[in-house]
């Protein structure tokens, strides 16, 4: 009886099979800075309850700046993935819902005992509930495009910065003692509040896709300008940009109700059947 499996000596010149394709390096890219934000966003908590608040705020600003370059990178260098999207999604929530409520907590809330750590669950929450909503919107073929303007509730990175006011407050001299706490909770549970609404706020997304040519210089000159303000005065900008935006809320709201009800104007009436006879 012959042998049904019989010795032999393999091939040293067969090529091997890649068990995984290779990835382009400008898909890697994106990925890298989302992972280099999350690392800002941890390493914000360690500083805070080490009493570092100041490192730990700027940590969390560069965090938003990364997530808004990361995106806009993907897509620059036509590097975008399912696996980025999901992994800057995990990102945000760790770093703009968990990071920020805990940086509060450490830094006031704690006064509060347990409705502080619930203003702090609630925040964090009410991130992943908005991020959520926001991964199932983008897959909207019917959404027209002049919402895509628009944001549904405050984002993110805006809810995480604008979280931080009282921080920023503080280190520019208000005081904030024990007493300020329930104020800092309910400032706290109103931006949860705003991330879970339908709330349309304005994202600007349209802009700067072309520029007139005589504004080129002037928008150099106001760029390094707010570049030099924010590194010189970095806590009186944060502020002002968290009040102007708090501020254009409203605008936002009525400029979405008036291109819905143009929106509205442009569809062809519906058609009403006849009646039987």
């Known amino acids: 009886m012959s042998d049904l499996f019989p010795p032999f000596a393999p091939d040293p010149d067969e090529p091997r099979k890649r068990l995984f394709k290779p990835v382009p390096f400008r898909v890697i890219v994106?990925?890298?800075?989302?992972l280099i934000a999350l690392c800002l966003g941890l390493t914000a908590i360690r500083l805070a309850f080490e009493g570092k608040f100041e490192?730990?705020?700027?940590?969390?600003v560069a965090a938003a700046v990364l997530d808004g370059v990361d995106g806009r990178i993907a897509r620059l260098l036509k590097g975008?993935?399912?696996?980025?999207a999901e992994l800057d999604s995990l990102a945000d929530f760790v770093n703009f819902g968990v990071t920020p409520a805990l940086i509060l907590y450490s830094f006031i809330l704690n006064e509060l005992k347990a409705l502080g750590w619930i203003a702090v669950l609630v925040f964090a929450i009410a991130m992943v509930l908005r991020l959520a909503r926001f991964n199932v919107m983008l897959d909207d073929p019917n959404r027209p495009e002049w919402q895509?303007?628009?944001?549904?509730?405050m984002p993110a990175p805006a809810g995480a910065v604008t979280s931080l006011l009282p921080l920023?407050?503080?280190?520019?001299?208000?005081?904030?003692?024990?007493?300020a706490a329930p104020v800092v909770l309910v400032y706290l549970l109103g931006l949860a509040f705003?991330?879970?609404s339908t709330i349309p706020v304005y994202s600007g997304k349209t802009l700067g896709k072309s520029v007139p040519r005589h504004w080129v210089l002037?928008?150099?000159?106001?760029?390094v300008a707010g570049f030099g303000l924010l590194v010189s005065f970095p806590f009186e900008v944060l502020t002002g940009?968290?009040?102007i935006f708090l501020g254009t809320i409203p605008l936002g709201v009525m400029k979405y109700r008036r291109l819905e009800r143009e929106h509205a104007a442009r569809l062809p009436e519906p058609v009403v059947p006849p009646p039987h006879m």
């Open 168 to 179: 920023y407050l503080s280190f520019l001299g208000v005081p904030m003692e024990a007493a």
């Open 194 to 196: 705003l991330m879970v």
């Open 30 to 34: 994106p990925n890298i800075i989302t």
């Open 218 to 223: 002037p928008i150099f000159v106001l760029s």
């Open 241 to 243: 940009i968290t009040l």
């Open 55 to 60: 490192p730990a705020v700027i940590a969390i």
């Open 80 to 84: 975008t993935s399912r696996f980025g």
């Open 148 to 153: 895509k303007n628009f944001f549904t509730g």
